[in-house]
Each structure stands twice: as structure tokens, then as C-alpha cells.
């Protein structure tokens, strides 16, 4: 099964009210009809747990398999089909060159963005995981793209720096954990 995000999903993504936890919230960013249960498993402690994630979030209506919704629309037309299909994946990057950040990047002074640490988490997925893991660093910069909130980056950073500290150790992701929390906007305060 390569589940596929429904107008639940994306509600859920889009911010405001949360219902859902990082991990699923992550699940959602990556499920993109393109990928499998087993692209799903290093966020859970074993594709068991994974497995019941997805399940959970197909029965609760956050995915769908796309073969599944696609059976009542088999009258439609080809044109109508391919529209929608070409609609639901998301736009692929121009090739472009890698992003990198100056020295100064420890000395960064400027406003703090989301644009500005999806960027930075951009490049940490070209400089560590390109070469070392693709397959992950695909999952990361799809689930970048589709991330519009505070939230989904902080899920999204934790998960990347989990996988620079078995790697690189744990220094390593502490540094750029800090560069992150630096970067990030500060979380809204809710009275």
C-alpha cells in the first residue's frame, strides 16, 4: 500500500488545532502515494508500530490507498484522471546547485523564519544524507515541502538530527540543533 494524504491530512497539516502526534504529523508529511510502509518505518521503533500507524490513520480518514479511491472514479475520463493525478504529486525542484550556508552561519542575526530554517534543513539534507542515504534525503526534502508550520519543522529536524547523531554523533546534531532553535521562529504563546 502507498497511501496518499486526504483533505483530512491536510487540515490536520496546515496548522491551528492539533490532533495528531509528531510522528503521525510526520507520517502525513511523507505518505505522498509514493511511498510504502517501508519508507514509514525508521520513524517507529519497528515496522510493527509503523504498520499500525498507518492503519490507525486510514481507519481515523487522515490516508487513503490511492487504488482504493480510485476504484469509484474508474467511469471518469483519462484526461480528468491525469489531471488529478499530475494535481496530487507534488512539483519536483529544478535541478539547481546544493545551498550552502557561509561560515557565518553561527552568527546569524537576521529574523527568524520558517523559510529561513526550511532552508537551512535543506542543506543539512544535501550535505549529510545525499550521498550517505538518498532514499532518506528524498523523504526529507519531500516532507520540507510540504511543511508550513512551526510544528512540521521541528518534526522534521528532529527527525534528521536523529539520524546525524547515529552517524555523526551526538555533538555533531547537539551543534546543529542549536543552529535550528536559532533560526526557528519562536512558538506562539496561546492564554
Known amino acids: 500500500m502507498f497511501p496518499t494524504k486526504t483533505d483530512k491530512a491536510r487540515d490536520e497539516l496546515q496548522g491551528g488545532q492539533r490532533t495528531l502526534s509528531q510522528r503521525e504529523r510526520a507520517l502525513l508529511l511523507m505518505a505522498d502515494g509514493r511511498r510504502s510502509l517501508t ?32 476504484a469509484p472514479q474508474a467511469t471518469a475520463t483519462a484526461a480528468a484522471s491525469t489531471q488529478a493525478s499530475q494535481a496530487a504529486q507534488p ?13 557565518t552561519a553561527d552568527n546569524f542575526d537576521g529574523k527568524r523564519s520558517l523559510a529561513t530554517t526550511r532552508m537551512f534543513l535543506f542543506d543539512i539534507c544535501e550535505r549529510m544524507f545525499v550521498r550517505r542515504d538518498p532514499k532518506f534525503a528524498l523523504q526529507m526534502r519531500d516532507a520540507l515541502r510540504e511543511a508550513r508550520d512551526r510544528e512540521a519543522m521541528l518534526t522534521i529536524a528532529a527527525l534528521m538530527l536523529s539520524e546525524i547523531e547515529k552517524s555523526a554523533g551526538p555533538e555533531r546534531a547537539e551543534s546543529l540543533r542549536e543552529r535550528i532553535d536559532r533560526l526557528l521562529p519562536p512558538a506562539e504563546v496561546v492564554h
Do not use: M
Open 39 to 70: 519508507d514509514f518505518s525508521p520513524l517507529f521503533t519497528n515496522r510493527g508500530e509503523a504498520e499500525q500507524a498507518v492503519h490507525a490513520l486510514v481507519q481515523r480518514g487522515y490516508l487513503q490507498d490511492p487504488k482504493a479511491a480510485a
Open 91 to 103: 512539483a519536483p525542484l529544478p535541478a539547481a546547485e546544493p545551498i550552502r550556508l557561509t561560515a
